[in-house]
């Protein structure tokens, strides 16, 4: 079965470069640390860069994006079915079980951070994405160390111990 690609290269926006670097070579760690069926695959692209790309999956579709979809239908009755939230939401709980029993927190779970793949008919796979903001954190509290957390989107930033 063949996969659809993304590159992904860090902004080198004036003020942004220190920032972007960093999350770059955040997730370019966790791609080779962390692997599991619901993370995100991806391998570095470019070495000899300041930067390196990144070559990760892309997914038919975030759930942000399912999400807008389902809402916009739901005047009409149509509502994401229960299975697939329980689905979704369970595949998810993996993966950050499987990241902070490592002794590593996300901290920037949100729906576009949540591609999907597959198809009704096959099933939906939920994978967690966008690694650049993962921290060390307590494995037993899921709590992030102080000075480890690069940054996130409110309200879905992890929290501090």
């Known amino acids: 079965m063949l996969c659809q690609v993304a590159l992904k290269r860090a ?55 399912l999400l807008k979809l389902f809402c916009t239908r739901s005047k009409d009755g149509q509502q994401m079915p229960p299975e697939l939230q329980l689905s979704i939401a369970e595949q998810c709980a993996l993966s950050l079980r499987y990241m902070h029993a490592r002794g590593y927190c996300h901290s920037n779970v949100k729906p576009p951070n949540i591609l999907l793949f597959g198809s009704k008919k096959d099933g939906i796979r939920a994978k967690i994405a966008d690694l650049g903001m993962a921290a060390l954190c307590d494995p037993t509290t899921g709590k992030v160390f102080p000075g480890q957390l690069l940054g996130g989107t409110e309200p879905y930033r992890g929290r501090m111990q």
């Open 11 to 65: 902004s080198m926006e004036e003020g942004n470069r220190e920032l972007a670097a960093k999350t770059q070579r955040t997730e370019e760690a966790m791609l080779v640390l962390l692997r599991h069926p619901h993370i995100i695959e991806g391998k570095v692209r470019e070495h000899g860069r300041d930067i390196p790309s990144l070559l990760l999956e892309k997914g038919e579709v975030d759930l942000h994006v």
